[in-house]
């Protein structure tokens, strides 16, 4: 039996279909005709430098300018920590669980928060945030490393401060407090609020309000907030001091006026005001 290629007849479109064919070519005549004319200004207003740089697995910037911008997760719970660019950390429990910085602490009480240090490479990796600085107040061979990563199984940070090339010892002092535990608009979740997040969770003494320190003599403390009980541990040499919450920029001043003398060598912490 001959085979024979037979080719269908294609059914002609109704009259809507034909027109809205027709509309969209012109659409998208009109689109390349704009494009052509406007591609070149838009493209110099979208242009951005390269902020971050991927260097052995790790996001990496130098001197940049964010805070909290780079959350750590530990545990499978709601539970992070929201590091930067600059070394300052903020607890979320969810809700606030307050902030902690480092510094260097001169003899007057004075300090170098080491998030305003001259030079500071930022490296993000999986899990982990490290920060590298060099600044003179530590000597200008020194570089100081500090790593901070969640705990794997339980709610918490851990940070590790290291110092390499140091010519002289330098006292480290850090600074914690402010776990009100509020939670913001949309449970915290960054990038939701009306300011940038380096603005909303920033330590302010409203955050600090009805809390209270406990210091045991082995450089440990608990703080009881409204979110429960948060404790703490840091080196066995620590001298922590409680101070008020208004002097969070300058902490170590008012523990060396208060004492009449300098702070001892190695940590020195600080915390806000107490309960009334």
């Known amino acids: 039996m001959p085979i024979r290629s037979v080719s269908p007849r294609c059914p002609r479109p109704p009259r809507s279909l034909r027109l809205l064919s027709a509309l969209g070519l012109s659409a998208l005549a009109l689109a390349t005709a704009h494009a052509q004319t406007f591609a070149p200004e838009r493209a110099r207003e979208l242009e951005r430098p390269l902020r971050y740089a991927p ?31 600059r070394p300052e950390w903020s ?12 510094g260097v602490v001169a003899a007057d009480g004075s300090v170098r928060w080491l998030h305003d240090a001259a030079r500071i490479v930022t490296r993000y990796r999986p899990g982990a945030l490290r920060h590298e600085i060099t600044d003179p107040a530590l000597g ?24 390499r090339g140091l010519a002289s010892p330098v006292t480290l002092g850090w600074a914690y407090g402010g776990a009100s535990g509020k939670r913001g608009v949309r449970g915290g979740d960054i990038g939701t609020e009306k300011v940038p997040i380096g603005q909303y969770f920033r330590f302010s003494p409203e955050n600090a309000a009805d809390q209270s320190f406990e210091i045991a003599t082995d450089a440990t403390f608990v703080l ?53």
Request: net charge neutral; hydrophobic share 40%.
């Open 55 to 85: 260097d052995a697995g790790d996001f990496v910037i130098e001197n940049g300018g964010e805070f909290f911008n780079r959350p750590l997760y530990g545990t499978n719970t709601a539970f992070r920590v929201d590091g930067g660019d």
């Open 91 to 102: 607890l979320y429990l969810p809700g606030r669980g307050g902030n902690l910085r480092l």
């Open 140 to 163: 200008s061979d020194c570089v100081l490393t500090i790593d901070s990563i969640p705990c794997a199984s339980a709610e918490g940070l851990l940070v590790r401060v290291e110092a």
């Open 224 to 276: 009881r907030a409204r979110p429960g009980l948060l404790a703490g541990a840091t080196f066995p040499r620590s001298a922590l001091a409680v101070v008020d919450a208004d002097a969070w920029a300058s902490p170590f001043a008012a523990v060396v006026t208060r004492a009449g003398s300098p702070p001892a060598r190695g940590p020195l912490s600080r915390a806000p005001r107490r309960s009334s």
